[in-house]
């Protein structure tokens, strides 16, 4: 298999990876490179200017700082960064939660059941808090600068999370966003970060959620669902917007932003990515 990094329609740079598929990708917000899930563990990539008949391009290539302590670990669901880039959090299928100094790796937190199976990850804008959810019991929310559990997020009735994201709302307060399905369908679950307790709880479609993401500015949620399907939403309102019922043939496995929040592209199990532009809330 082979990691493939582009821009819109270009192909920038494609590095095999064997036989081991590639599954989650952490891109390192100082722009070093990037680290990689594979089925035995991590590994990380570096950038690397390539000299080709039309310029200099963008490339990757296998770093020689090897990541010892994410070496035959298993199959990892979930990476991230924090906004700064000086810490790294991993979750397991089987359920442990690592987090590290980067490019240290220096262990912050080593947590052996944090999950039955850790599904998701995110740190607050200020690095102080990280959240995860799994497959089996609450969420939790963990202080990195404790490396302590400090709270519990509450499943009501037959919920199952699955993504999990901090934003800021317009009175520039922290805010936790966290999709849900039961039976009822895909759901929105807002919570408060001081109390943890969930304030607003929406279900947004019949399907289920497959890919979630909030805008920079915070001010607009997206959705992809199983489905093929893309919706916008206000994050105030949770009222969706845009929809876009057919947006691809296959799952929706990824959804961004652009920075200034005016299109969405998002990508699908069916190799295609599409881009949508966001169109203004309609006014009663």
């Known amino acids: 298999m082979s990691m ?10 494609k590095l095999g990876t064997g036989g081991d598929l590639p599954y989650r990708i952490a891109v390192h917000p100082g722009g070093e490179g990037l680290i990689c899930s594979l089925p035995k ?3 990380w990539f570096e950038w690397d200017a390539v000299k080709s008949n039309d310029g200099q391009k963008l490339g990757l290539k296998s770093s020689e700082n090897l990541l010892h302590q994410l070496e035959d670990v298993g199959q990892q669901l979930a990476l991230t960064f924090n906004d700064g880039g000086s810490v790294l959090a991993v979750g397991g299928e089987d359920g442990k939660l690592r987090v590290f100094k980067w490019p240290s790796m220096e262990f912050i937190l080593d947590e052996a059941n944090a999950h039955a199976s850790v599904k998701d990850l995110d740190f607050s804008p200020d690095g102080k808090y990280l959240v995860s ?4 019991g609450p969420g939790r929310v963990w202080n990195v600068d404790s490396s302590t559990s400090i ?8 919920e199952v999370f699955g993504f999990c994201r901090f934003s800021q709302t317009s009175d520039k307060n922290l805010v936790l966003y966290v999709t ?3 039976g009822q369908g895909g759901s929105i679950v807002k919570w408060n970060t001081t109390s943890w307790k969930r304030t607003t709880s929406k279900r947004i479609v019949r399907d289920a959620i497959s890919a979630f993401s909030v805008s920079t500015d915070g001010k607009l949620l997206a959705v992809g669902t199983i489905q093929g399907a893309v919706l916008i939403l206000n994050s105030t309102s949770m009222r969706v917007q845009n929809i876009v019922r057919k947006a691809h043939l296959g799952l929706v496995t990824a959804l961004a932003f652009s920075q200034d929040s005016r299109s969405l592209v998002s990508a699908s199990l069916d190799s295609s990515v599409r881009v949508t532009i966001v169109k ?3 006014k009663n």
Do not use: F, Y
């Open 180 to 182: 849900a399905m039961s």
């Open 151 to 158: 709270a519990s997020l509450t499943k009501e009735n037959d």
């Open 133 to 136: 959810v799994g497959s089996g």
């Open 41 to 43: 563990g991590c590994s």
């Open 4 to 13: 493939v990094v582009g821009w819109w329609n270009e192909v920038v740079a």
């Open 280 to 282: 203004d809330e309609e």
